[in-house]
């Protein structure tokens, strides 16, 4: 299997907090700059922050101060800590490289922030 796997999502309340996981082959993984991306129905989907191999950072405006991207090269894992949720963080959540390859798209995990 080459695609990344996204696991971590649900149903949380306005305010809240989720992390997301995401376990990649080596091959997409391994000393890559690595990104978490959303999509919501009827939109493209967009980045949301981004991690180089060496641990730094870029995040879209919306998250800005309310998310951590972090990484675990040991373990091929990608990580999002998301904070004080609002009902537009809703969406599928995915992880890819940076820039994305079409051939490596997972099926992404879905957040729901009720308000």
């Known amino acids: 299997q080459v695609q990344p796997v996204e696991s971590g999502g649900g149903l949380v309340q306005a305010g809240g907090s989720l992390r997301l996981s995401c376990v990649a082959p080596?091959?997409?993984?391994?000393?890559?700059?690595m990104g978490w991306y959303r999509q919501t129905p009827g939109k493209q989907r967009e980045l949301v922050a981004r991690?180089?191999?060496?641990?730094?950072?870029v995040y879209a405006d919306s998250v800005k101060g309310r998310s951590t991207v972090s990484r675990d090269n040991a373990r091929n894992t990608l990580y999002l800590q998301m904070n004080s949720l609002k009902a537009e963080d809703t969406a599928v959540y995915y992880c890819?490289?940076?820039?994305?390859?079409?051939?490596?798209w997972g099926r992404g995990t879905q957040v729901t922030v009720s308000s």
């Open positions: 991690v180089t191999s060496g641990g730094t950072t």
């Open positions: 080596g091959i997409i993984f391994n000393g890559r700059t």
């Open positions: 890819n490289m940076y820039p994305p390859s079409m051939d490596y």
